[in-house]
C-alpha cells in the first residue's frame, strides 16, 4: 500500500495496493509463528447487538485499547486522528497508538504469545501473511462489522457504504477478515511539468508511450524508473497490461491460480509488447537495484519520465518533490485488441486492517474500524495521507487534495466501472513472490518474455495444488 512505499497495501496494493521477500520458501515457519490456537474469549457475531447503532459490539467504555500501524508511505500522523476520535466516543478509555515499519518482527511474537494488539494495520514488506494468518485462525472475522450500522447514517450498515471491491479485497476462504482501508490506484505516474517543458503528449495507447520513450532518451532522460528492489511496482505494469489485453475472465483465472491461464495469448502479447523497455535500453541506469525511495528520487530529479507505484506515492514522496513537479497518475496505455479500455483502472482498498482474535479489547477493535469509517475520520486520513479512502464520497469539499491525488480522483471519475484488480497476492502470497522475481530477471534481462510465462504457469501449477 500500500499500500504503501516499497511494501504492500498496498495492496494493495494490497499498496495494494499488498508482497514480501521474507515468505521466500517459509510458509511453514510463518505459520508456525503467527501463532494462537484460534481460540478466543471475544463474542461470537451471533453474540453482538447489531441494532445498537451507538455500541453494536459492546464495548467496555473504560477498557484499554492498543492500534498498531505499518508506518510506510502513508504515514502515521492520522492514527492520532483516528484516536482522538475513538476517545471522544470512550473518555476512559487509554488508547495505546504505535507504529512500524516492521509489522512481522514486532508483532510476530506477540501473536505467537497470544497477546496481539486490538487492531492492527498488517501491511508493509514485513507484514505478517493474511493467508497465514487466517490458515492459522488468528484473525476475527469481519462480517459483524460490515453489518454494524454506519455511524454517519445508522439506517445503512456498514457494508453499503463501502467503495466497490473493498469487500472483496478483504476476503479469503469466502470470509472477510481485513478492512482495506486506504483506497489505492495503481498505475504510471510522470511530472505534468516535464511533459509541458518537453511538449510532449500524454500517451494513451502503448506505440505512443514507445515514441514518449524515444524522444525522452533522445534528450538523455530516462523513460523509465522502477524499485528493482521490489518488483511487485513492475508486476503493476506488466499484470494492468496482461489485464487490459485479455479482460477480467483471463483476471479471475490467473486469481484462482489457473495454470492454463499463462497459455491465453494476451500473456504473451502483454508481455512481449512490455519487454521492449529492456530492449530498447528504456530503463533508468541502476533502477534494477534501487530501493523504493532511491528509483523514486531520482524519478523526482527529472531523471526519469515514468515510474509505476500506487497512488501513496504522492504522500511517501512529499520531501523530494519540487514544488511545480505537477504529479500526476497515468493508467497503463492500451495495445491493440485490448478488451478493457484506456481508462480502465487497477483500483481497490489496501492497507489490510484487521482484529486479532486473541486481542485483549476485540470489541474495541471492530468499533475502532467502524469509527475508521466516519466522514470525519476518512477525510483526516485523506488530509494526512493524501489518499482517498474506502468510503464513497470520504473526502468533501473541505479536504484540500494535492495534485497527484487530484488526478487519481479525476482517473477514478473517467474509469467509471472499469476498474478492476487482482486478488492474488493477498490469497496466493508463494505465487505471488514468484512472479515478482521472475519479473526481476526479465527487467535485468536475464531471462526471455517466454521463460517469464512458463515460470508463472509452473508456480500457478505448484501452488495451486499445494
Not at 87 to 92: G, L, M, V
Not at 192 to 212: M, Q, S
Not at 292 to 314: C, D, M, R
Request: aromatic share 10%; charged share 25%; proline share 6%.
Amino acid at each position: 500500500m500500500g499500500s504503501a512505499t516499497e511494501y504492500n497495501r498496498r495492496d494493495i496494493f494490497k499498496r495494494a495496493a499488498a508482497i514480501t521477500v521474507l515468505a521466500a520458501g517459509s510458509g511453514s515457519l510463518l505459520a508456525a509463528c503467527a501463532g494462537g490456537s484460534g481460540s478466543s474469549d471475544s463474542k461470537k457475531a451471533g453474540e453482538y447487538n447489531l441494532k445498537d447503532a451507538k455500541n453494536p459490539f459492546g464495548v467496555d467504555p473504560k477498557a484499554g485499547l492498543e492500534a498498531f500501524i505499518f508506518d510506510g508511505g502513508y504515514g502515521k500522523d492520522y492514527l492520532a486522528a483516528f484516536a482522538a476520535i475513538y476517545s471522544k466516543t470512550y473518555p476512559d478509555a487509554k488508547v495505546n497508538q504505535q507504529a512500524d515499519k516492521d509489522i512481522t518482527g514486532k508483532l510476530q511474537p506477540r501473536f505467537n504469545a497470544g497477546s496481539p494488539p486490538d487492531v492492527i494495520d498488517d501491511s508493509g514488506n514485513k507484514q505478517i501473511k493474511l493467508d497465514v494468518l487466517v490458515k492459522d485462525k488468528s484473525l476475527v472475522d469481519l462480517a459483524p462489522l460490515l453489518d454494524a450500522p454506519y455511524i454517519d447514517d445508522p439506517s445503512k450498515k456498514v457494508r453499503d457504504v463501502l467503495m466497490p471491491g473493498t469487500i472483496e479485497s478483504g476476503t479469503i476462504d469466502g470470509k472477510v477478515y481485513n478492512l482495506s482501508y486506504a483506497y489505492t490506484m495503481w498505475g504510471l505516474w510522470y511530472s505534468g511539468k516535464l511533459f509541458k517543458d518537453n511538449g510532449w503528449t500524454v500517451p494513451k495507447t502503448w506505440a505512443e508511450f514507445i515514441t514518449v520513450c524515444e524522444q525522452a532518451k533522445a534528450k538523455g532522460i530516462a523513460p523509465l524508473a522502477h524499485q528493482g528492489k521490489y518488483p511487485y511496482y513492475i508486476n503493476v505494469a506488466i499484470l494492468d497490461m496482461i489485464a487490459k489485453q485479455g479482460g477480467l475472465d483471463l483476471m479471475a483465472r490467473i486469481d484462482k491460480l489457473d495454470p492454463t491461464a499463462w497459455d491465453d495469448p494476451a500473456v504473451k502479447t502483454a508481455v512481449e509488447a512490455f519487454f521492449q523497455v529492456v530492449e530498447k535500453d528504456f530503463l533508468l541506469p541502476g533502477t534494477n537495484g534501487m530501493t523504493h525511495t532511491e528509483s523514486q528520487t531520482a524519478w523526482n530529479q527529472y531523471k526519469a519520465v515514468f515510474i509505476p507505484s500506487g497512488s501513496w506515492l504522492e504522500n511517501e514522496q512529499l520531501t523530494s518533490t519540487p514544488a511545480d513537479f505537477e504529479m500526476t497518475f497515468l493508467p497503463m496505455p492500451s495495445l491493440p485488441g485490448d478488451k478493457l479500455p484506456f481508462e480502465a483502472i487497477r483500483a481497490g482498498s489496501g492497507e489490510p486492517f484487521v482484529v486479532p482474535t486473541k486481542a485483549k479489547n476485540v470489541a474495541g477493535g471492530l468499533e475502532f474500524l467502524r469509527m475508521m469509517l466516519t466522514k470525519e475520520a476518512s477525510g483526516k486520513f485523506a488530509q494526512a495521507a493524501n489518499s482517498l479512502t474506502c468510503l464513497k464520497d470520504g473526502v468533501g469539499p473541505e479536504v484540500q487534495l494535492k495534485p497527484g491525488t487530484k488526478s487519481t480522483v479525476v482517473a477514478l471519475k473517467a474509469a467509471g466501472a472499469n476498474v478492476f484488480n487482482f486478488q492474488y497476492p493477498n490469497t496466493a502470497s508463494k505465487f505471488d513472490e514468484d512472479l515478482q522475481n521472475a519479473s526481476g530477471e526479465l527487467l535485468a534481462k536475464r531471462i526471455t518474455p517466454a521463460e517469464w510465462i512458463k515460470r508463472a504457469k509452473e508456480s500457478a501449477t505448484k501452488n495451486k495444488t499445494a
